[in-house]
């Protein structure tokens, strides 16, 4: 029965959209070489990507009622307009002060509705046992599309292009994401899979979520967005501090989030989900040890990003699945709203401080921060493993007795 529910051309076109709109995030990465060619820093860098944080947040609190009025579907399609009209801001303004700063504020709003929906598109069309690893699906095609924004913009550069280029090809690609989408609609229209009326946030579902065991996977996914937030908007000015070609990092961890949703997702999700998250949070501590100690290996760097799109992709994809399953009866929505919130705001928010970082202190200051996230995200999941041992060996005595 869960496997008639999941029809495959549905997920597929979801999958392919959501690959076309990430390039549009993805692109957002070049913004410190943008805005550098434009006499800015990386200070003024994060203060423009951080300028989605705010519509970003103010899009996933609304994101539920829009679904609830117009459908999940058609909502993520009107995004891609959002994604695209940024993406065609980017390209084409050429200062670097407050009309880039509303052209992220733009960003936030696509990148926000878009984010947030599609997990809760899967959930529509997915029986719960089946979540975790379309989830991974899902989150593989959206990692490959944010690392594809990079690698364009460094094809385009290679190619005596502007860098502005990558921006043009994030418009289009945004068009052509919304477009599928809003077929999408249409068929699960037709099917009937629309789910109507149970998408709304409200702050009594959010205390309730709060209470339950899907807080940890919101907390966890919001220190692993200030990771990613903080690690691939400023890559460029990492690689340049290390001598390194930007792509590779782009290129090793956008290979990994794929293969090892393909190959290896399929069987994290058959394991106990807190021991797979011990070994993919070690994962992730050990790949930011690694981008420390590098000092020229180009291979090294090459390697330490397929780790980390190894460990960081994976323990999004089974937290992703956790935030859901572990939602209290009848409010999954909520906590996948509530855990695209608590991203966004990671992903968003962290820039603003990783760039004064880097102008005030250098990359490396940056690096030991992302690094004492990953710390604390690994705490976290010994936490929630010792929380669980303390808690049978209580059931235990209580048979005993």
Same mark, same amino acid.
């Given at each position: 029965?869960?496997?008639?529910?999941?029809?495959?051309?549905?997920? /597929?076109?979801?999958?392919?959209?959501?690959?076309?709109?990430? %390039?549009?995030?993805?692109?957002?990465?070049?913004?410190?070489?943008?805005?550098?060619?434009?006499?800015?820093?990386?200070? $003024?860098?994060?203060?423009?990507?951080?300028?989605?944080?705010?519509?970003?947040?103010?899009?996933?609190?609304?994101?539920?009622?829009?679904?609830?009025?117009?459908?999940?579907?058609?909502?993520?399609?009107?995004?891609?307009? *959002?994604?695209?009209?940024? +993406?065609?801001?980017? +390209?084409?303004?050429?200062?670097?002060?407050?009309?880039?700063?509303?052209?992220? *504020?733009?960003?936030?709003?696509?990148?926000?509705?878009?984010?947030?929906?599609?997990?809760?598109?899967?959930?529509? !069309?997915?029986?719960?046992?089946?979540?975790?690893?379309?989830?991974?699906?899902?989150?593989?095609?959206?990692?490959?599309?944010?690392?594809?924004?990079?690698? %364009?913009?460094? !094809?385009?550069?290679?190619?005596?292009?502007?860098?502005?280029?990558?921006?043009?090809?994030?418009?289009?690609?945004?068009?052509?994401?919304?477009?599928?989408?809003?077929?999408?609609?249409?068929?699960?229209?037709?099917?009937?899979?629309? $789910?109507?009326?149970? =998408?709304? %946030?409200?702050?009594?579902?959010?205390?309730?979520? %709060?209470?339950?065991?899907?807080?940890?996977?919101?907390?966890?996914?919001?220190?692993?967005?200030?990771?990613?937030?903080?690690?691939?908007?400023?890559?460029?000015?990492?690689?340049? /501090?290390?001598?390194?070609?930007?792509?590779? *990092?782009?290129?090793?961890?956008?290979?990994?989030?794929?293969?090892?949703?393909?190959?290896?997702?399929?069987?994290?999700?058959?394991?106990?989900?807190?021991?797979?998250?011990?070994?993919?949070t070690s994962l992730t501590l050990a790949s930011i040890l690694l981008f420390l100690m590098l000092i020229s290996s180009q291979l090294a760097y090459l390697g330490g990003a397929?780790?980390?799109?190894?460990?960081?992709?994976?323990?999004?994809?089974? !937290?992703?699945?956790?935030?859901?399953?572990?939602?209290?009866?009848?409010?999954?929505?909520?906590?996948?709203?509530?855990?695209?919130?608590?991203?966004?705001?990671?992903?968003?928010?962290?820039?603003?401080?990783?760039?004064? $970082?880097?102008?005030?202190?250098?990359?490396?200051?940056?690096?030991?921060?992302? $690094?004492?996230?990953?710390?604390? =995200?690994?705490?976290?999941?010994?936490?929630?493993?010792?929380?669980?041992?303390?808690?049978?060996?209580?059931?235990?005595?209580?048979?005993?007795?």
């Amino acid at each position: 029965m869960a496997r008639k529910k999941v029809d495959g051309g549905e997920f /597929a076109v979801l999958c392919i959209g959501g690959f076309l709109l990430s %390039i549009a995030y993805g692109v957002t990465f070049l913004i410190p070489v943008l805005v550098g060619q434009r006499g800015g820093d990386e200070a $003024l860098a994060g203060l423009i990507i951080s300028a989605a944080t705010v519509s970003t947040v103010i899009m996933v609190i609304l994101s539920g009622h829009i679904a609830d009025a117009i459908g999940s579907a058609r909502a993520v399609a009107v995004s891609g307009l *959002f994604l695209a009209a940024s +993406a065609l801001g980017f +390209a084409i303004i050429p200062s670097a002060g407050l009309s880039l700063m509303i052209v992220g *504020f733009i960003l936030g709003i696509g990148w926000g509705a878009f984010y947030t929906l599609g997990p809760i598109l899967v959930a529509a !069309i997915v029986e719960p046992v089946h979540r975790i690893r379309f989830f991974a699906l899902l989150s593989g095609s959206m990692m490959s599309g944010i690392g594809a924004g990079p690698i %364009i913009g460094r !094809i385009a550069t290679g190619w005596s292009m502007p860098i502005e280029t990558a921006f043009v090809f994030a418009f289009l690609s945004s068009l052509a994401g919304g477009a599928l989408y809003f077929l999408l609609h249409i068929r699960l229209t037709k099917a009937g899979k629309i $789910l109507p009326h149970v =998408n709304k %946030i409200s702050f009594g579902a959010t205390r309730e979520v %709060i209470a339950s065991p899907a807080i940890y996977s919101i907390v966890m996914v919001g220190i692993g967005g200030a990771m990613f937030g903080g690690l691939s908007s400023f890559q460029t000015s990492y690689a340049k /501090a290390h001598g390194f070609d930007y792509s590779l *990092f782009f290129i090793g961890f956008m290979s990994a989030a794929i293969l090892s949703r393909l190959f290896v997702a399929g069987y994290v999700v058959k394991k106990d989900p807190l021991y797979s998250l011990l070994i993919l949070t070690s994962l992730t501590l050990a790949s930011i040890l690694l981008f420390l100690m590098l000092i020229s290996s180009q291979l090294a760097y090459l390697g330490g990003a397929a780790m980390l799109g190894l460990g960081y992709g994976l323990t999004y994809s089974v !937290i992703n699945g956790l935030a859901a399953n572990e939602a209290p009866a009848g409010l999954m929505p909520q906590s996948l709203l509530l855990f695209s919130l608590a991203y966004i705001i990671g992903v968003f928010g962290f820039p603003l401080i990783a760039g004064n $970082l880097i102008v005030s202190s250098g990359v490396q200051t940056m690096l030991y921060v992302v $690094l004492m996230l990953a710390v604390l =995200n690994f705490a976290l999941v010994l936490f929630r493993i010792a929380q669980r041992a303390t808690g049978a060996n209580e059931a235990s005595v209580l048979r005993r007795k």
